[in-house]
């Protein structure tokens, strides 16, 4: 990583700043640290700050009333939370939870100094509306899925997205309900499914994928499911 007091070189979307607004948001942002498992902001808190992720990976995720939790989307080095970007431009408290997965590093830009860069930056106003248009096409597709998409497929993607090339993944049916946005129930027994047809194992906590062929087949089937 650079030096503390140029950070914003760890950032390749920060490139296009000029001079006045780098040094600008230099003298103005604060260094954050969190061990994995904090969490940074929860449902009903104040927006107080906008971060620039430099390192690791913060989960943001959504808690129903009967405790029913999905994950929104993950925030990764050089990427900003889109959740913050609303609450800070609104004024409003958070309606989503934050959580380090790993242990993180960031840059903190207080709401003062947000909203100053804001309105002077036309470079970092860019940086501001890119990185909010991704982040809201991919809550639409996620959407899109948890709303029409087949339990079946969306599992065999979720495997293997989390495989990252490897037999064997840590996660617990729970864990993969979270992601999914679905019931446990639902999970173990799709899980079950796919182990009865021979594409996987199922451990304690782990899962072994014995057919990422097939499983990589039935993440890209556009069957209907009846």
């Given at each position: 990583?650079?030096?503390?007091?140029?950070?914003?070189n760890?950032v390749?979307?920060?490139?296009?700043?000029?001079?006045?607004?780098?040094?600008?948001?230099?003298?103005?942002?604060?260094?954050?640290?969190?061990?994995a498992?904090?969490?940074?902001?929860?449902?009903?808190?104040?927006?107080?700050?906008?971060?620039?992720?430099?390192?690791g990976?913060?989960?943001?995720?959504?808690?129903?009333?009967?405790?029913?939790?999905?994950?929104?989307?993950?925030?990764?080095?050089?990427?900003?939370?889109?959740?913050?970007?609303?609450?800070?431009?609104?004024?409003?408290?958070?309606?989503?939870?934050?959580?380090?997965?790993?242990?993180?590093?960031?840059?903190?830009?207080?709401?003062?100094?947000?909203?100053?860069?804001?309105?002077?930056?036309?470079?970092f106003?860019?940086?501001?509306?890119?990185?909010?248009?991704?982040?809201?096409?991919?809550?639409?597709?996620?959407?899109?899925?948890?709303?029409?998409?087949?339990?079946?497929?969306?599992?065999?993607?979720?495997?293997?997205?989390?495989?990252?090339?490897?037999?064997?993944?840590?996660?617990?049916?729970?864990?993969?309900a979270?992601e999914?946005?679905?019931?446990?129930?639902?999970?173990?027994r799709?899980?079950?499914?796919?182990?009865?047809?021979?594409?996987?194992?199922?451990?304690?906590?782990?899962?072994i994928?014995?057919?990422?062929?097939?499983?990589?087949?039935?993440?890209?089937?556009?069957?209907?499911?009846?």
């Amino acid at each position: 990583m650079s030096l503390p007091d140029a950070w914003t070189n760890d950032v390749p979307a920060l490139s296009p700043l000029d001079d006045a607004t780098r040094k600008r948001l230099l003298a103005l942002a604060r260094p954050l640290a969190a061990p994995a498992g904090t969490r940074l902001f929860g449902e009903g808190s104040p927006c107080q700050a906008y971060l620039i992720l430099l390192s690791g990976t913060v989960r943001v995720q959504k808690v129903g009333e009967n405790g029913r939790e999905i994950v929104l989307y993950r925030v990764e080095a050089g990427e900003t939370c889109v959740v913050t970007t609303a609450c800070l431009m609104s004024g409003t408290d958070y309606d989503a939870e934050g959580v380090a997965e790993t242990a993180i590093e960031a840059q903190a830009l207080p709401m003062a100094g947000f909203r100053e860069l804001l309105a002077a930056s036309a470079p970092f106003r860019d940086f501001v509306f890119k990185a909010y248009a991704t982040r809201i096409s991919s809550l639409l597709m996620l959407i899109e899925e948890v709303a029409f998409g087949r339990i079946d497929q969306r599992l065999a993607a979720c495997l293997i997205g989390r495989s990252q090339g490897k037999a064997e993944i840590n996660a617990t049916h729970q864990e993969l309900a979270v992601e999914l946005g679905t019931a446990r129930e639902v999970v173990s027994r799709q899980l079950k499914e796919f182990e009865r047809q021979g594409w996987l194992r199922l451990g304690r906590g782990q899962i072994i994928l014995l057919a990422t062929d097939a499983l990589e087949s039935r993440a890209a089937s556009k069957t209907t499911a009846v």
